[in-house]
Nanobody
Framework: VQLVESGGGLVQPGGSLRLSCAAS????????MSWYRQAPGKERELVAG????????NYAPFVKGRFTISRDNVKNTVYLQMNSLKPEDTAVYYC????????WGQGTQVTVSS
């Protein structure tokens, strides 16, 4: 099982980034997929989730209206489009797959700073 995140980096406040998480080694289309983040000194927190077929999404209150989660079950990839980024969005962002068991990626750093 592999989850490989990409797309992180340094961006100015108000900017945008698109994170990708490429999955392999399991039946991607059967799993609930989520993005989590962890800032230094803080606990890991849920950012957004999407059901296996993509029909339902869920967002943390602090990203609603700014972030969009989506998935492509042909490419076995889940995305997180992040707009209007704020310094407090700075964190390591992790991809998670869940169907009774959890799989995690290694994370990608997002830094929002001028």
């Amino acid at each position: 099982v592999q989850l490989v995140e990409s797309g992180g980096g340094l961006v100015q406040p108000g900017g945008s980034l698109r994170l990708s998480c490429a999955a392999s080694g399991f039946t991607f289309s059967s799993y609930y997929m989520s993005w989590y983040r962890q800032a230094p000194g803080k606990e890991r927190e849920l950012v957004a989730g999407i059901t296996s077929a993509g029909g339902s999404v869920n967002y943390a209150p602090f990203v609603k209206g700014r972030f969009t989660i989506s998935r492509d079950n042909v490419k076995n990839t889940v995305y997180l489009q992040m707009n209007s980024l704020k310094p407090e969005d700075t964190a390591v962002y992790y991809c998670n797959a869940f169907r009774g068991v959890d799989y995690w990626g290694q994370g990608t750093q997002v830094t929002v700073s001028s």
